[in-house]
């Protein structure tokens, strides 16, 4: 019986550590996929980190502010699959960047692809893809 019992609660506990990395990621469900959207700014930040990098893009608005939009990528190993760097990005560096955006408005998006004012193409997801 406590034999049974031990059994038991260590396996709930080994059930329990294995799926606290499985909540710790989120979907990508807050992004509209059916949907893409398009600015063009300058580079304030680009968070080069795990679990998830952010290119952070200043656009000017029509009225003359500006608006900080964070777009989403995978880590820094998946970036580095698809050729992307950290010096890539550099702070101030133009662009005209792509995504799909947030559900809720927010300025934010799901990064699909850039082309820095040199006309380089960057595309996160490539870092996916069999070579």
Known sequence: ?????????????????????????????????????????????FQFTNPHSWLLVDVKNKD????????????PSTLQRAGIRR?????????????????DGSPAAAWVDAVRADGKRFDPREGFRVK
């Open 87 to 103: 010096s890539d990005f550099l702070p101030g560096t133009r662009l005209k960047i792509t995504g799909h955006p947030m559900r």
């Open 1 to 45: 019986m406590i034999k049974t019992s031990v059994t038991v609660l260590l396996s709930i506990g080994a059930l329990a550590v294995l799926a606290v990395p499985g909540l710790a990621h989120h979907s990508g469900a807050m992004f509209e996929q059916a949907k893409t959207i398009t600015v063009e700014g300058v580079v304030k930040e």
């Open 64 to 75: 003359g502010s500006v608006t900080t939009w964070g777009f989403e990528a995978e880590g």
